[in-house]
């Protein structure tokens, strides 16, 4: 799965993973990683999350990223913003107030963008890969975040063979295995959502849990 299939998606409106809400159990669970005021939130392929504003709003400093330039240009728009734009090796930064978009590849951020990051939310990112990348993506993103950065990882557990995934099923071993070298990865929270996802249900999906863990990342 490469990067035109996200913006094939974006091109053609396909983006019903968009939630028109900010997602509950970041509001429920964020403020426990007590991640300091004014820091500074990675949160990888953003599209344009309505989770970046509750952060902001929360007093943190948002940093998105995002390969298609549709959805973060939706995202200034819709929220009446005029971002400043310039570029960098890592893709064209938009920075407006507390939020900052970087549209690129997430496999191009540097040490130093995500040094200066102390907390992370993982809402669309690890579940939007597939298995085979995940490795990769733990490894470049986690593996050069700093020592004590605290993260909120929320996933999605399914029989997979019973639907194709994006979304994937990351079920709790993986994600164990995944983050074992670099942090913890605790449970807060398992819930059963299959009576409220219809496309699971259209597709003959059995069970489907989400499950939100806290991440002590760093070494």
């Not at 085979?132 to 399914?158: F, N, S």
Request: charged share 20%; proline share 7%.
């Amino acid at each position: 799965m490469d990067a035109e299939f996200w913006l094939e998606r974006w091109r053609e409106g396909r983006t019903h993973f968009h939630q028109q809400e900010v997602m509950p159990l970041l509001c429920k669970h964020w403020p426990a990683l007590q991640v300091p005021a004014g820091a500074r939130v990675l949160v990888p392929l953003c599209g344009k999350s309505l989770d970046m504003p509750w952060l902001a709003s929360q007093g943190f400093g948002v940093l998105g990223v995002e390969i298609s330039p549709l959805a973060v240009e939706q995202f200034f728009a819709e929220h009446g913003l005029q971002p400043a734009v310039r570029d960098s090796d890592q893709g064209r930064h938009y920075v407006a107030g507390d939020i900052e978009i970087i549209c690129g590849d997430i496999f191009e951020l540097n040490a130093q963008t995500l040094a200066g990051c102390r907390g992370v939310y993982d809402r669309a990112a690890l579940i939007a890969l597939p298995a085979d990348m995940r490795p990769a993506y733990v490894d470049h993103v986690y593996g050069q975040l700093p020592e004590g950065c605290a993260g909120l990882l929320i996933t999605l557990d399914y029989p997979q063979e019973q639907m194709q995934g994006p979304p994937f099923s990351v079920p709790d071993d993986e994600v164990q295995t995944l983050f074992a070298s670099r942090t913890s990865a605790s449970v807060l929270e398992r819930r059963d959502i299959l009576p409220d996802e219809e496309k699971f249900l259209r597709a003959g999906v059995q069970r489907l849990d989400t499950v939100v863990y806290r991440l002590a990342t760093g070494r």
